[in-house]
C-alpha cells in the first residue's frame, strides 16, 4: 500500500494540475470553423488541426498585445513598488518593537480577505474624480494595497529566520554599517523579498475585478479583462479556439515563473515552513 | 475570415501607431477617438482615414462584443465626463438612456430635419435616434433579423415560405422533419431582441408611455405577453430545440444550417438571425460550416420575421449602429462633421458589400441593390424589414428594463405562459421604481 | 527532507532590555514610520472607499440621471435586505463557499501528504502543482466552460450516462458544479501548500512514538497529525471561505449570472458597475462587507483560530 501510494498519489497530482492545462492547449489547436459547427472531444477531430494558426491570429490581435504590454507594465510596477513598501514595513515587524505592531498585522490580514467587489463602485467614483480612471495609475493603486497583505506577511515571516547578528560581526570586523548591510543582509534578505514578488507578481496579473471596472479602453486594460471581452475576427461566432490560444499565451509567464522557481514559491507560500 | 482578420490586423496596428504618435504630442492636431464595436472594423479603419482631414486625425477604440459590454464601457467613461469620447456607436437602445443622462451632444437642426423629415432614412432607424423631440445620434446601418432557412427543408414540411409563416408552424416543420430551430435564448441582450419581436408581433409592447421613464407602463402582463410565452415554451419543448438553447447565440445555430452529411446533426435549420447570414454562408462555399457548394448554397432560403399570431403582420427586429457625439468632446464641431463624414452613403454602401452590414437610407439600399452582390429579393426583404420592423422600447432605463426581462424569461425552458408574464410584469414594475433588485 | 523552522532569534532581546529607553523610544518611532507607507496605502484603497460607500448608500443615485440624486436613508438596506434576489445569491454564495473548502481540504490534504512524503520527483509536483495556483482565474473559467460545452467540450463523451448534447450551463445544479469545479481546480494547489506548512510542524517524534505504540496508520493520522496541525488547517480554512466567499470571476466568465449561479459579489458588481447604480450598489457593497467580517468573526471564534500559532509565533 504504501509503496504503491506515493506513485498513485503523484500520478493524481500530476493528471489533477496538468489536465485542463493540456485541454486548453489542445483546443487552442482546433480550426475555428470547426468550432463553428461543433468539434467535441478532448483533441481536434480528424481534419480540424489549425496549427499556429490561432497563435498567430491573436498574436496579430493589436488589442491582446496591448492587453499584455499593460498586464505586464501594470503588475511589475506594482510589484515593484509594493515590495518596497512592503519590505520596510516586513523589516519593522521582524526586528523593530514599536506600538501597533499587532494592528498593522491584522490590518494586513483584514485587507488580504476585504471583499473586493465592495470597493469598486466607490473607487470608480473616486477614480473618475481624480482623473485616473482608466489609467495605469488607477490600477497600481490598488494592487499594490491589496497585494502588501501577501508581501508583509511573507517578507517578515522569511526576516525573522535572517540572523541578524550577523551584521554586528561585520561591523565589528571593521566593516561599516552600509558594508555590513550590502555583504550581509542583502544576500540573506533578497530571497525572501524575490519570493514575495513572485507571489504579488502572481496576485497582480490574475486580477479581474478591478481590471474590468476602473478600465474602460486598451489604454490600461490588463490580460483577464482582456480575454473576457476578446473579439476574434467575426464578432457573432465566440471564438473558443482563438480564446484558448490567448489564454495559453496568457499563461506562458506563469509556467516560465513556476518553471525556474517553484522551490521559491513552495517556500514563499508555506512562510519557510518547508524546505526544498 | 482569415483574410479578414489579416486585415483587421494591419489596420489596427496603424490605429495603434497613431494613437502612440499622438500620445507623444508629435503635432497639435486634434485627435477624434471614435470608439467601434468589433463589427465591420475594417470598413471603420476605412473611413477613419478618409473622413480624417487636414483639421483632425479620427483614431478607432474597439469596444467589446457584447452590447451590455459596450453600453457599460461607454456609460462609465461618459459618466466620467471624460473629453476623449468623440465618436461612438451607439447600439440603438442606448440612444435614449445616453441622451437622457445628457452624454449625447445633440444633432444640429439641419442634419436632424434631414434626419427626420428627409424621406430617405428608414423609418426603423430614425425612430432609434431620436429622443425627447430632439435628435441625438446619425443612423449608420440598420440591422434587421430574417427568417432564414432551408429550402429543401421547408419543401419536405411542406412550408408554403411564400406566405407569411408563424412561429408555431416553423417549430412544427422543423421537429416534424429532423430539422431545428435556431434562435437567440443566451441571458444577453439578443434574447430580448426575439421576446420583444414576439410581443410586438402579438399587438403588445414590453412598455408603454415610455418617455414616462421609471413610471412607464409595463405592458407583459398581457394577452401578447403570454402570446409570446407560448412561442418560447413551444421551441424549448419541442424536438426542434437546439441543445444549446439556454446559452445560444448569433453564432451558435450558423453550424446547423448546412450540418456535416457524415454526422447525425439533422436536415438543417429555421433560424431568426441578422443579415449578416447571407455573406457568411456565402463565404463558407465548401469550407466546414458552410454549404459543400454552390448548388446547396442556393438552398439557403429566406423569408421574413415568423408571426406570433397568424395574421398579424410581424415586426422584424431593428438593431444597428447609429453614430453618437459625446457631449464632453474638446471639439464637438470637428466630430460632428466626421460624425457625417462616416455615416455618408457611400460608407454605408461599403459596409453592405464588404461587411454585409445594411444600410439606413433608401438611396444607399437602391447602390446595393444595383452592385448584384445580394439577391434582389433579400434585398427588399432587408429594407421593408428595416422599415416595417418594431423597435425595442426606447427608454432611458432601457439596460433596466432589459436586465429584468431576462431575469425572469431566463432560461427558456423555465418560461410558462400562465406565470412568467404576469411574474416579469411585476418584477420590471418593482425594479423600475427601485423596489427590487436586478 | 522537511524540517521545522529554525528558532529565530528573538528581536525583543537585542540591546540589553530597559537600559535605554530612549532608545526604546526611537525604535518605536523608526518602526512606526517604517510600517507607516504600508498603512496609509493599504487605507487609501479600502477604508476610504469603503467610508464613501457608506455615504453614497443613503441616496438614491444613479450615474445616468445624476441631476435625481437624492436622500433616501436606509431605504437601499430595506429594500436590499426584504428582497428575494438578495436572499437567493447569499444562499448560493454560501454553498459555493461551504463546498468548495470541504472538498479542496480533502484533495488538498491529500496532495499535501504526498508531497509531504515525496522522495522523487518533487521538482515536477511541484511545478505541476503550482500552475493552477498561478494561472488566471479567467483563464480557469474559460478552460472548464469550454471543457463542459457540449459542441465543443470533452466531459460529455467522458462521463458515461449523460448525452453527448447535454448542456451543462442549461440548469442551475450543473452550472452550479461547474463553476465550482474551476474554482476548485484553481485554489486547491493553496490549500494543500497550506496544510504542507502545517505538516511540516507535526513532530516526526510524535509519529515515531505512536507507531512504537502500535497505532495503525490511520488512528495515527487522526489522533496525532491531525489534531497537531490544527491551526493550520483552521488557517488554511479561514482564507479560503473568505475568498471563496467572493467568488465573481468564474461566475462572470462562466454563465454570467444565468441560470441563478449568481453570487453576492455579482450582485453588487451588476448594481455598481452594469446598471450604474450608485446608491443601491454601495448598499449592497456594504452589506457585502459586513457578512464578510460575520464569516471571518465566525470562522474565528467557532473553530478557535490561532493566527499567531499558525505563524509559529507562540
Redesign the interface.
Known amino acids: 500500500m504504501k509503496k504503491l501510494g506515493m506513485p498513485i498519489g503523484v500520478a493524481l497530482i500530476l493528471i489533477w494540475c496538468l489536465l485542463p492545462v493540456v485541454w486548453v492547449i489542445s483546443l487552442s489547436f482546433k480550426a475555428p470553423d470547426s468550432i463553428t459547427v461543433g468539434n467535441p472531444g478532448f483533441w481536434p477531430a480528424d481534419g480540424t488541426w489549425a496549427g499556429w494558426e490561432n497563435y498567430r491570429q491573436v498574436w496579430d490581435n493589436d488589442q491582446f498585445k496591448r492587453a499584455i504590454l499593460n498586464s505586464l507594465g501594470i503588475s511589475l510596477i506594482a510589484t515593484g513598488l509594493s515590495v518596497m513598501v512592503a519590505t520596510l514595513a516586513a523589516y519593522a515587524i521582524a526586528r523593530l518593537e514599536f506600538k501597533g505592531k499587532r494592528m498593522v498585522l491584522s490590518m494586513a490580514l483584514a485587507i488580504a480577505m476585504f471583499p473586493v467587489v465592495s470597493l469598486v463602485g466607490p473607487l470608480f467614483d473616486m477614480w473618475r474624480a481624480f482623473g485616473i480612471y482608466d489609467t495605469w495609475i488607477g490600477l497600481i493603486i490598488p494592487y499594490m494595497s491589496f497585494t502588501l497583505p501577501l508581501a508583509i506577511w511573507t517578507l517578515s515571516a522569511f526576516f525573522r529566520e535572517i540572523p541578524w547578528e550577523m551584521e554586528q560581526a561585520a561591523q565589528v570586523d571593521g566593516a561599516t554599517s552600509w558594508q555590513a548591510f550590502r555583504k550581509v543582509i542583502v544576500p540573506l534578505a533578497a530571497p525572501g523579498v524575490f519570493t514575495a514578488a513572485i507571489l504579488t507578481f502572481f496576485f497582480a496579473w490574475n486580477d479581474f475585478v478591478f481590471g474590468i471596472s476602473l478600465t474602460s479602453t486598451e489604454a490600461a486594460r490588463p490580460i483577464p479583462a482582456s480575454l473576457a471581452f476578446f473579439t476574434g475576427p467575426d464578432p457573432f461566432t465566440r471564438p473558443a479556439s482563438l480564446l484558448a490560444a490567448a489564454a495559453v499565451i496568457a499563461t506562458i509567464p506563469i509556467i516560465v515563473i513556476v518553471l525556474i522557481f517553484q522551490r521559491k514559491i513552495v517556500a514563499g507560500l508555506t512562510s519557510g515552513a518547508v524546505k526544498g | 475570415m482569415t483574410h479578414r482578420s489579416r486585415a483587421l490586423g494591419t489596420a489596427t496596428s496603424l490605429g495603434l501607431v497613431a494613437t502612440l504618435l499622438s500620445a507623444c504630442g508629435g503635432s497639435d492636431k486634434p485627435v477624434l477617438n471614435w470608439y467601434v464595436n468589433p463589427d465591420g472594423v475594417e470598413v471603420f479603419e476605412k473611413y477613419a482615414e478618409e473622413c480624417s482631414t487636414g483639421d483632425y486625425d479620427i483614431v478607432l477604440q474597439q469596444l467589446p462584443t457584447s452590447a451590455t459590454d459596450q453600453r457599460i464601457q461607454l456609460a462609465r467613461r461618459l459618466a466620467a465626463e471624460d473629453s476623449s469620447t468623440d465618436l461612438m456607436n451607439l447600439d440603438p437602445v442606448f440612444v435614449a438612456e445616453f441622451a437622457n443622462a445628457g452624454w449625447l451632444a445633440e444633432i444640429p437642426e439641419e442634419k436632424a430635419s434631414e434626419i427626420t423629415d428627409g424621406g430617405d432614412y428608414l423609418a426603423g432607424p430614425v425612430e432609434t435616434v431620436t429622443w425627447d423631440d430632439g435628435v441625438f445620434a446619425i443612423p449608420m446601418w440598420a440591422n434587421t433579423q430574417v427568417l432564414w432557412y432551408r429550402r429543401s427543408l421547408a419543401e419536405k414540411a411542406g412550408l408554403d415560405m411564400s406566405q407569411p409563416v408563424t412561429w408555431d408552424q416553423v417549430i412544427q416543420a422543423a421537429a416534424d422533419n429532423n430539422g431545428s430551430v435556431g434562435v437567440q435564448a443566451n441571458k444577453y441582450e439578443a434574447y430580448v431582441v426575439w421576446i420583444n419581436a414576439l410581443v410586438l408581433g402579438a399587438g403588445g409592447a414590453i412598455i408603454t408611455n415610455n418617455e414616462e421613464g421609471r413610471d412607464a407602463d409595463v405592458g407583459l402582463d398581457s394577452d401578447a405577453g403570454r402570446k409570446a410565452a407560448e412561442v418560447v415554451q413551444a421551441l424549448a419543448d419541442s424536438d426542434a430545440a437546439q441543445s444549446d438553447l439556454s446559452v445560444s447565440n448569433e453564432g451558435t445555430s450558423l453550424g446547423r444550417m448546412f450540418p456535416d452529411p457524415k454526422g447525425d446533426q439533422g436536415a438543417g435549420e429555421f433560424m431568426t438571425n441578422w443579415t449578416f447570414v447571407y455573406k457568411n454562408y456565402a463565404d463558407l462555399i465548401g469550407k466546414p460550416g458552410g454549404p459543400a457548394d454552390d448548388k446547396a448554397f442556393e438552398d439557403l432560403g429566406w423569408a421574413r420575421y415568423p408571426q406570433t399570431v397568424e395574421g398579424e403582420t410581424s415586426q422584424p427586429p431593428v438593431g444597428g449602429i447609429d453614430i453618437g457625439v459625446g457631449a464632453y468632446s474638446e471639439h464637438p464641431e470637428h466630430a460632428m462633421a466626421a460624425a457625417e463624414c462616416i455615416t455618408s452613403q457611400k460608407a454605408q454602401v461599403d459596409l453592405a458589400l464588404d461587411a454585409g452590414l445594411m444600410p439606413s437610407t433608401n438611396s444607399a439600399y437602391d447602390e446595393v441593390a444595383q452592385s448584384g452582390d445580394y439577391p434582389e429579393d433579400l434585398i427588399e426583404l432587408f429594407r421593408t424589414s428595416v422599415d416595417e420592423g418594431g423597435p425595442r422600447p426606447e427608454s432611458a432605463y432601457y439596460a433596466t428594463i432589459s436586465g429584468a426581462v431576462q431575469e425572469r424569461w431566463h432560461s427558456p425552458a423555465s418560461v410558462d405562459p400562465d406565470s412568467t408574464p404576469e411574474e416579469s410584469a411585476d418584477y420590471l414594475e418593482d425594479v423600475l421604481q427601485g423596489e427590487a433588485l436586478l | 527532507m522537511?524540517?521545522?523552522?529554525?528558532p529565530?532569534?528573538d528581536?525583543?532581546n537585542?540591546g540589553g532590555g530597559k537600559v535605554a529607553s530612549d532608545r526604546?523610544r526611537a525604535?518605536?518611532?523608526?518602526?512606526?514610520r517604517?510600517?507607516a507607507?504600508?498603512?496609509v496605502?493599504?487605507l487609501?484603497?479600502?477604508a476610504?472607499?469603503?467610508l464613501?460607500?457608506l455615504w453614497?448608500s443613503v441616496f438614491?443615485y444613479s450615474?445616468?440621471?445624476?441631476d435625481d440624486r437624492e436622500v433616501v436613508w436606509a431605504q437601499n438596506y430595506l429594500?436590499?435586505l426584504s428582497?428575494p434576489?438578495?436572499w437567493k445569491t447569499t444562499v448560493i454564495t454560501v454553498a459555493y463557499m461551504v463546498v468548495t473548502v470541504a472538498i479542496e481540504l480533502v484533495?488538498g490534504f491529500?496532495?499535501a501528504?504526498?508531497?509531504h512524503?515525496?522522495?522523487?520527483?518533487r521538482?515536477?509536483?511541484?511545478?505541476?502543482?503550482?500552475?493552477?495556483?498561478?494561472?488566471?482565474?479567467?483563464?480557469?473559467g474559460?478552460?472548464?466552460q469550454?471543457?463542459f460545452?457540449?459542441?465543443?467540450?470533452?466531459v460529455?463523451?467522458?462521463i458515461p450516462g449523460i448525452d453527448?448534447?447535454?448542456?451543462w450551463?442549461?440548469?442551475t445544479t450543473p452550472a452550479v458544479i461547474a463553476i465550482c469545479i474551476s474554482e476548485i481546480?484553481k485554489t486547491?494547489?493553496?490549500m494543500s501548500?497550506?496544510l504542507?506548512?502545517g505538516l511540516?510542524?507535526v513532530s516526526e517524534d510524535m509519529i515515531e512514538a505512536a507507531k512504537v505504540d502500535g497505532a495503525t496508520w490511520w488512528q495515527r493520522l487522526w489522533k496525532v497529525v491531525l489534531p497537531n496541525m490544527r491551526a493550520a488547517i483552521m488557517v488554511a480554512v479561514l482564507?479560503r471561505a473568505?475568498?471563496a466567499?467572493?467568488i465573481?470571476?468564474n461566475i462572470?466568465?462562466m454563465?454570467?449570472?444565468?441560470?441563478d449561479t449568481a453570487s453576492i459579489?455579482?450582485?453588487?458588481?451588476?448594481?455598481?458597475?452594469?446598471?450604474?447604480q450608485?446608491g443601491?450598489?454601495?448598499a449592497?457593497?456594504?452589506l457585502?462587507?459586513l457578512s464578510?467580517l460575520l464569516i471571518?468573526w465566525l470562522i474565528i471564534k467557532l473553530f478557535r483560530v490561532d493566527?499567531a500559532q499558525a505563524?509559529?509565533e507562540g
Open positions: 522537511t524540517t521545522v523552522t529554525a529565530r532569534a528581536a525583543t537585542r526604546a525604535e518605536n518611532r523608526l518602526g512606526q517604517l510600517v507607507p504600508a498603512i496605502l493599504m487609501i484603497v479600502t476610504f472607499p469603503m464613501r460607500a453614497l438614491n450615474l445616468a440621471a445624476p429594500t436590499a428582497d434576489l438578495f484533495i491529500v496532495f501528504m504526498v508531497m512524503r515525496l522522495v522523487f520527483a521538482g515536477i509536483v511541484r511545478t505541476s502543482i503550482l500552475i493552477p495556483y498561478g494561472i488566471i482565474t479567467v483563464v480557469s474559460f478552460t472548464w469550454f471543457a460545452s457540449s459542441t465543443n467540450g470533452f460529455n463523451g467522458w453527448d448534447t447535454f448542456n450551463f442549461g440548469d481546480w486547491t494547489p493553496f501548500l497550506l504542507l506548512a511540516a510542524q482564507f473568505l475568498d466567499y467572493r465573481f470571476d462572470f466568465v454563465t454570467n449570472g444565468a441560470e459579489s455579482f450582485l453588487t458588481y451588476r448594481q455598481t458597475i452594469e446598471q450604474l450608485l443601491m450598489g454601495s449592497l457593497s456594504v457585502l462587507f464578510v471571518a493566527l505563524r509559529q
